[in-house]
């Protein structure tokens, strides 16, 4: 009987999830609201002789002030470059430290965890050299680069101390599925007790990354074991589409933003699905501080994915605790019409375009790293 009822509740459950997330699927769009914050462009400052290049990786250093960004090396890829992609700039946008180069051929994720160790994300889904195209676009999302000559490299995470000393790689170089882990991963978080979680599947072609899509999220002791798996490619309520980025809140949910199916998905750090929330629109990048401040960045609706046609990209601001959207920082560019160009006289958006990845620091300035149009902005309340 015991065993009768809880089968009863956990179906009861799942059925309340499905039909809450096929109605919040259909909810109006949130494009207004107050934007309280001030845009400030170049205050990062790269060496003499070097250029931004895209980058969706940004990241604060445990002293709550400085940035760490994983920067495509004034392209959209490192595959060819002798740069270093991975930069700390301090509080006054000064570049203090690099390292990385060689060994990082597409960044883009990055986390600090408690000790200050620095984690990288090769995704390995970035074309060779980047075209600016309209405003810098990335290359068609998912599409796989051709491969320099020598060994396999990327599909990996990397963990580096504060002065760039490799302490630890997950994943098979040139990557793998399953077991032989990993297949395009976009983000990794570490959570207070060292657990490790790594979201993979950029693409959803299968042509990108093998039939059918990968799409799930890995867990691992903070020595790097694998613990266990959850998610696959799809449409439904437990599937994946695009697992783009991590979050974790006080409470200590995972936030995963399930970037092609339009949502957040809420779990406990068992996998077990306790929200899903379609509030915050196209999720690119996902950041929660300390007060449970969720900040959550859309750099593909309408441009991107031209069937997304109601919702504005941009960044919406919200609690994490009862995901309630109160500001909304709104993408200065307009999406280009179907088939016409950007132009430096009618700069539009044909691409990515606003923040991909998105931080905050300790006194409240936000961060996002841009892939299309290639920068590092803050945002500040004057």
């Known amino acids: 009987m ?211 899509p990968t799409a799930r999220v890995y867990k691992f002791s903070k020595d790097g074991k694998l613990i266990k798996t959850w998610g696959q490619w799809g449409k439904g309520p437990d599937d994946f589409d695009q697992p783009h980025a991590l979050a974790m809140d006080s409470r200590g949910r995972l936030f995963v933003g399930d970037r092609g199916n339009n949502r957040i998905k809420i779990f406990d750090q068992d996998g077990k699905l306790l929200d899903t929330w379609y509030q915050f629109s196209r999720p690119s990048g996902i950041y929660i501080d300390a007060k449970d401040d969720i900040y959550v960045a859309d750099s593909e609706s309408q441009s991107v994915d031209r069937t997304r046609t109601d919702w504005l990209r941009g960044m919406r601001i919200g609690s994490a605790k009862d995901g309630k959207v109160q500001y909304f920082i709104p993408d200065p560019l307009k999406t280009c019409p179907q088939g016409t160009p950007s132009t430096a006289e009618a700069p539009c958006a044909t691409s990515t375009s606003a923040a991909e990845g998105v931080a905050v620091d300790s006194k409240g300035v936000i961060y996002g790293a841009e892939v299309g149009p290639r920068a590092l902005k803050r945002y500040v309340k004057p």
């Open 2 to 212: 015991q065993r009768s009822l809880t089968m009863i509740r956990a179906t009861l459950v799942s059925s309340l999830l499905a039909s809450g997330a096929a109605a919040q699927a259909n909810m109006a769009p949130i494009n207004s609201g107050p934007n309280p914050y001030k845009t400030i462009e170049g205050w990062a400052k790269m060496p003499e002789g070097r250029v931004w290049g895209s980058t969706s990786a940004v990241a604060i250093d445990r002293d709550g002030q400085s940035i760490w960004v994983a920067e495509r090396c004034g392209a959209n890829s490192c595959a060819t470059s002798t740069l270093d992609p991975i930069l700390k700039f301090d509080p006054t946008g000064k570049l203090v430290k690099s390292f990385g180069a060689g060994l990082i051929g597409a960044p883009h994720g990055i986390f600090v965890d408690r000790d200050n160790n620095v984690w990288a994300v090769d995704c390995a889904c970035l074309g060779g050299g980047g075209g600016r195209g309209g405003r810098g676009a990335a290359p068609a999302a998912g599409a796989a680069p051709a491969q320099p000559e020598g060994p396999p490299k990327g599909h990996q995470i990397y963990k580096f101390s504060p002065d760039g000393k490799l302490l630890m790689t997950l994943g098979k170089a040139g990557g793998g599925r399953d077991a032989e882990y990993f297949t395009q991963p976009n983000a990794v978080f570490v959570a207070p007790n060292g657990d490790i979680f790594v979201a993979e599947g950029h693409s959803s072609r299968p042509d990108a990354n093998g039939v059918p």
